[in-house]
């Protein structure tokens, strides 16, 4: 806590001292120090749940905190709003999109503001972005509704949001998480020309290789304390961060086993299918899991991983193409068809779509057995046996819960994790889909998610892994699938990094050749 | 992370104890849930007398009134039981559909589609009119459900196929159905150009506790008619299959998660219908038995409002299918003594009172609300 | 039976639908749905009725109404926005509490004399036009004009102004106003509250101009919820809303009127020799709603597009995404 106070002629913009917010459960920021200085980007490094989000949130104005000083500029201030922390010159970009999808990026970007009085004259104010824009090297079309725009051009627009309304401090949570990596690298190119344009810039991420890439100075957060503060980037190594984010040494691997894959459980032919507007989000997608491999699948967000997921699992429809699964085609099948042939599925969307957030965890570990025996006897439901079964899973997979009439909502991100897993792994799965399996999860969880898909390789189930993190694909899977606007690009066996970032912006590997002309 | 979601004005900022809500970790016992919903009602009760007092009545001898002219001696119990009776039944259509969230707001018109269907065994007629009792009350259980599920199958098809609103397509449904009533007492089965068909026969009549005065002579003059019975068949049955039947779980799912449902392979669609029918089912039941029970004819105006106060009735009963018939049973006297009370909205606005604290009290359910002084938080 | 009466009583009849339909649009459009439209337009009828026949002044009854109803209205608001309940539910509610409030206090209203109107006007030069101006602009209330004037103003409020913008971001995804400094609960409390004045405004309308009296629960007979139908079918759009208030007033003047002659289009009137049959007409204006949302619901459904997006869902800050 007794750390030194930087003058004011070292050109700190931001000082956070002794931050303390609480949230029931949790201390998510403990006497946190964080100094930010003009011109510089300032990296905050953190595992999930490491109270970054809620430090920043703090700083923008969507949270109060409990305990602790903030003076930006010289002065100290009290944030009751966003309003406020923009006011003040701050602006926060956000990992999920602040953006009205129905409406265009310039009205996106007027909103909230005092200006026009009253009629919208946007015309006018397409310019004025179209000029803002060219400044600092972003192309977007002020015209475009929302919806229609890439996730890059998206991120594009909430930059120009904040800059139109004159902040000079930016907080990007995370804002490389949904880009492909020469996305990546324009994005680095837009942070260093408004660095140069006298902006200063705090990054989040809990990527070590992008810290040690962009950031001049970093602050480390670990379990809501700071383990560094404002340290120079060219004065640690890739591991001291490592050490100081986790706590420990990280084991960098997953231990893999050789394994020689059996059969093909799942053939997806020729597969199309449109996306919830309409679109079409397949278009020809071919791709084969094997018994006892891991093949994952990488890719840009929203190229069609949601919409594949979706089909093979019978929640989607189909337009043409078969999903063969041990030897059946059940593409366009009720969803039962699907589970009665073994295929599992760890949704994306855990709360919305994985769960029932009041009924009691024994109601949900049941999701897909309630009508196989013994859970079923007659019409009836057998409640002793269900609660027999959930006993068991809560111990195999140690789920924490009081008891286990409790409703999951009140459980923990890892926890409801565990219960979705429990579910889908218990009945012995023929196919796995496992879509963003360890998104949100804090480092601990995130092992034993890996470590329990290993095991389920290893005894012989076939998984299809789509995930947005590289590395985590890279380490499970025997193979790398890149999936790029509805269709498989190519595959990578060997973790050649360099060849699936090529791939996930649209470069095939050799000659490419145009199968939807 | 939540953090509470309440707007908080800058005066609030000033005073020296802020109030704090904290989402609840742990489910509330059974007996803070049971005092809440208690409380809501004694709370509404005492909105209540305030709009009595202002509209110039005195509240407290009004609801002295209606706890004597329900409750005060046998004789009103039973009438109050009479009440209580189409109240439970439609109080289990609701909580069945509303387990799967589904609004149905049309138990009235399910109401009346179960008392002309009940109406047609007698009067088209199906049966001759000396068959026996128990085949009468057979058949009139089967024509009533079998028409309120009709009912509720014009809702059910289409928000299971297009997707239409089933609060708006239920009440619409509530005004034909009257209007279809109308028809047919006016047009086709008028006694003598009198708004109303003939009287049923008596042993198209259900048996009522004053049948059997000669062997029990307490039971004289007591009009509780042979519907409670099929209210309570009917409570273990919805129990049934809300709380043990696969059929029942599905339900419950689909009522929580729709999208989880489907990810498991739950058609909700097809629940959806069933659901509806079943509701209607049951509500038409409701109408066959007040006609069969009560009324004894087919007319106009047979509900005093069952089919919405229903609604109210499966709220309080927090949607379970037991609870729904002590709730009624208060809900009936309120019908029962509210014929007297002046105003004659009275009743009516009650009903809503109590329904809005109801509904504002299940905050409390899921969040604690607690006194801090400024600066101790902790 | 003049086609060009029926026609013109029908755009009379529409206007309360429109004023209605107009209010779900505004509150929808925040992401509230409030179905105690019916319950409201009966406080507003009531107090409409009430105020006008003791004063003699009928645009101070409908001023009255209106913010009766408005004030009603945060009852719903409270209970859905701050205490975060089921908005259906929590709407359903309001609907009871105002119904039962309006029969309370409108107890004896039926017999309280006669009510000063709203006047009448024909507009000069518009009124010659043929069809159209008989119309609409022969011998209509001075609110039927409010109605035409009311259609354009919302569209171009709604899609053409900041506040507008900012109705629309509160509705679609509130969390990202919320990030940019927009009071998503104030915003919701208010255009709940503009709700409640339409649907006050509407009530006034019926009990002082168009069908004048209170009649109690069968003032309003249903016509709130046509105008929750109507919302869904208008796509939540004014200008369409027009035009369903009115095709359904015309509807409901048809349904009336078309029992009256004992000879139509040069034919017996089967409804004239069959009064019964009149109860079959009843049902229509209410089997068209239902008819309207399936039409509505399936242009939703083929378009992609239709409902606010939050529409329904309680807004928790410190949640994320919707």
Same mark, same amino acid.
């Given at each position: ?46 595992? +999930? ?8 949130? $703090? ?23 966003? #309003? ?34 009253? *009629? ?22 002020? #015209? ?23 902040? +000079? ?58 383990? %560094?503060? &404002? ?36 053939? !997806? ?65 009720? !969803? ?142 025997? *193979? ?29 590997? &050799? ?7 | ?91 289990? %259509? ?16 399910? /109401? ?40 509720? /199958? ?79 068949? %009917? ?19 689909? &009522? ?53 106060? &229903? ?19 208060? /809900? ?6 509210? *014929?007297? $009370? ?23 359910? #899921? ?12 | ?196 004045? /339409? ?52 509807? *409901? #003047? ?69």
């Amino acid at each position: 806590m007794a750390q030194p106070v930087p003058s004011s002629e070292t050109n700190t913009v931001v000082s956070m001292q002794g931050i303390v917010k609480r949230f029931p459960g949790v201390l998510a920021n403990d006497h946190v120090n964080f100094y930010l200085q003009k011109g510089e980007i300032h990296a905050l490094l953190g595992e +999930n749940g490491a109270g970054k989000s809620t430090l920043m949130n $703090i700083l923008a104005g969507l949270y109060k905190p409990d305990a602790g000083t903030i003076i930006v500029n010289g002065q100290p201030v009290n944030f009751s709003s966003p #309003r406020d922390a923009i006011k003040a010159g701050i602006g926060m970009i956000h990992q999920h999109f602040m953006l009205v999808p129905s409406q265009t990026v310039t009205e996106n970007i007027l909103l909230g503001l005092d200006k026009p009085a009253f *009629r919208l004259n946007l015309s006018h104010y397409d310019q004025e972005i179209t000029a803002l824009s060219e400044r600092f090297g972003m192309k977007v079309d002020p #015209r475009a509704k929302v919806w229609q725009l890439s996730v890059g051009e998206q991120q594009r627009v909430e930059i120009l949001k904040m800059l139109y309304r004159g902040a +000079n401090i930016l907080v990007m949570d995370e804002p490389t998480a949904v880009l492909a990596p020469s996305e990546v690298d324009d994005l680095f190119v837009t942070l260093r020309s408004m660095v140069a344009q006298g902006k200063s810039i705090i990054f989040i991420s809990h990527k070590l290789h992008e810290v040690m890439q962009i950031s001049d100075r970093v602050t480390v957060l670990q379990r809501g304390r700071s383990t %560094a503060a &404002g340290v120079a980037v060219s004065t640690v190594t890739k591991a001291d961060l490592a050490r100081l984010m986790v706590g420990r040494e990280v084991i960098f691997t997953v231990n893999k086993t050789a394994r020689q894959p059996g059969e093909v459980v799942l053939k !997806v032919e020729d597969l199309w299918a449109e996306n919830d507007k309409g679109l079409p989000a397949l278009r020809g997608l071919n791709l084969t899991v094997r018994q006892g491999e891991i093949v994952g699948l990488a890719g840009v967000a929203g190229n069609g991983q949601r919409e594949l997921a979706d089909v093979i699992t019978g929640l989607r429809k189909c337009s043409k193409g078969q999903v063969v699964v041990s030897g059946e085609n059940i593409a366009n099948s009720p !969803v039962k068809k699907g589970i009665r042939k073994g295929v599992s599925h760890i949704p994306e969307d855990r709360t919305h779509v994985g769960s029932a957030p009041s009924l009691s965890v024994t109601d949900n570990v049941i999701m897909k057995k309630y009508n196989q025996a013994p859970i079923s006897s007659g019409w009836m439901v057998n409640a002793i046996a269900a609660r027999k079964y959930a006993a068991d899973l809560k111990e195999r997979y140690e789920i924490i819960v009081p008891t286990l009439e409790t409703p999951v909502r009140l459980l923990s991100g890892g926890n409801l994790q565990r219960v979705i897993l429990a579910r889908e792994i218990s009945s012995n799965p023929a196919l796995m889909i496992a879509m963003q399996p360890t998104r949100g999860l804090d480092v601990g969880a995130i092992e034993g998610v890996h470590r329990l898909l290993m095991a389920q390789r290893d005894a012989g189930a076939a998984i299809l892994l789509i995930s947005e993190e590289l590395e985590e694909l890279i380490d499970l899977s025997d *193979r790398v699938a890149v999936i790029y606007e509805g269709q498989i690009l190519g595959e990578v066996s060997d973790g050649d990094v360099a060849a699936i970032g090529m791939m996930m912006t649209g470069s095939a590997p &050799g000659a490419k050749e145009d199968q939807h002309g | 992370m939540a953090e509470s979601g309440l707007p908080r004005a800058n005066w609030l900022d000033r005073l020296p104890y802020r109030v704090m809500l904290e989402p609840r970790l742990k489910p509330p016992s059974r007996f803070f849930s049971l005092m809440l919903s208690f409380g809501s009602v004694v709370v509404a009760l005492l909105i209540g007398a305030i709009v009595l007092a202002i509209a110039g009545g005195d509240p407290w001898a009004t609801y002295a009134h209606i706890v004597k002219a329900s409750f005060g001696s046998v004789g009103v119990l039973s009438d109050t039981m009479v009440k209580a009776i189409p109240l439970m039944i439609v109080g289990l %259509a609701c909580t069945l559909a509303f387990r799967m969230k589904l609004w149905n707001i049309g138990a009235e018109g399910q /109401f009346y589609a179960g008392a002309f269907g009940a109406s047609a065994v007698v009067l088209a007629p199906m049966l001759p009119a000396d068959a026996p009792g128990w085949l009468f009350i057979i058949c009139m259980v089967a024509a009533g459900m079998l028409m309120g599920a009709a009912w509720g /199958f014009v809702p059910g098809i289409l928000k299971a196929r297009f997707n239409v609103n089933e609060v708006i397509s239920t009440l619409m449904m509530n005004y034909i159905a009257i209007s279809w009533n109308n028809y047919w007492i006016y047009a086709v089965w008028t006694e003598g150009g009198f708004q109303m068909s003939k009287v049923f026969p008596k042993n198209a009549w259900l048996p009522r506790l004053a049948d059997y005065a000669v062997e029990i002579p307490f039971f004289r003059g007591l009009t509780t008619h042979f519907g409670l019975v099929l209210a309570v068949i %009917a409570a273990v049955v919805v129990w049934l299959i809300l709380y043990r039947s696969q059929w029942g779980y599905e339900i419950r799912l689909v &009522g929580d998660n729709p999208r989880a449902a489907e990810y498991a392979g739950i058609s909700i669609a097809r629940n959806t219908v069933l659901v509806m029918m079943l509701s209607g089912a049951l509500a038409g039941l409701a109408g066959m038995s007040e006609i069969t029970g009560v009324v004894h004819r087919l007319q106009g105006s047979i509900s005093p409002g069952y089919g919405f106060t &229903g609604i109210i009735v499966a709220w309080l009963a927090k949607l379970n299918p037991y609870a729904v018939i002590p709730v009624s049973i208060l /809900f009936g006297a309120l019908i029962l003594a509210g *014929r007297e $009370i002046q105003p004659s909205g009275i009743p009516k606005m009650m009903n809503g009172v109590i329904l809005v604290c109801l509904i504002a009290s299940d905050f409390l359910l #899921r969040y604690r609300v607690r006194l801090v002084r400024r600066g101790e938080e902790a | 039976m003049d086609i060009l009466i029926v026609l013109q009583a029908g755009v009379a009849t529409g206007t309360i639908l429109l004023f209605a339909t107009l209010g779900g649009i505004f509150s929808e459009r925040s992401g509230v749905m409030n179905l105690g439209m019916e319950g409201m337009m009966l406080i507003g009828a009531m107090s409409a009725f009430s105020v006008a026949t003791s004063t003699g002044n009928p645009w101070l009854g409908l001023l009255v109404a209106m913010l009766a109803a408005g004030l009603i209205s945060q009852v719903h608001a409270f209970i859905s926005i701050t205490l975060q309940a089921d908005q259906v539910v929590s709407g359903l509610s309001l609907g009871f509490l105002a119904t039962g409030l309006a029969l309370v206090l409108g107890e004896g209203l039926s017999k309280a004399g006669t009510v000063p109107l709203i006047p009448s006007y024909t507009v000069p030069l518009l009124s010659q036009i043929p069809i159209i101006g008989p119309v609409f602009f022969t011998n209509q209330k001075l609110l039927v004009y409010l109605g035409y004037i009311m259609v354009p103003l919302a569209w171009y409020y709604i899609n053409r102004t900041r506040p507008g913008l900012h109705l629309r971001a509160v509705g679609e995804y509130p969390s990202a106003a919320d990030s940019l400094g927009i009071n998503v609960y104030r915003l919701r409390y208010f255009y709940v509250f503009v709700g409640g004045l /339409f649907a006050g405004l509407a009530g006034a309308t019926i009990s002082l101009a168009i069908s004048p009296g209170w009649f109690s629960e069968l003032t309003t007979a249903g016509q709130g919820w046509i105008a929750i139908g109507l919302v869904i079918f208008a796509q939540w759009d004014p200008v369409r809303a027009a035009v369903g208030s009115y095709i359904f007033g015309a509807l *409901r #003047r048809l349904v009336l009127d078309i029992q009256g002659p004992n000879v139509i289009f040069g034919l017996a009137n089967p409804f004239y020799y069959n009064p019964y049959w009149g109860f079959f007409l009843e049902m229509l204006p209410y089997a068209f709603t239902i008819i309207v949302l399936v039409v509505g619901s399936r242009e939703a459904i083929r378009k992609r597009l239709g409902a606010p997006t939050a529409l329904g869902v309680p807004y928790i800050r410190g949640e994320r995404g919707l």
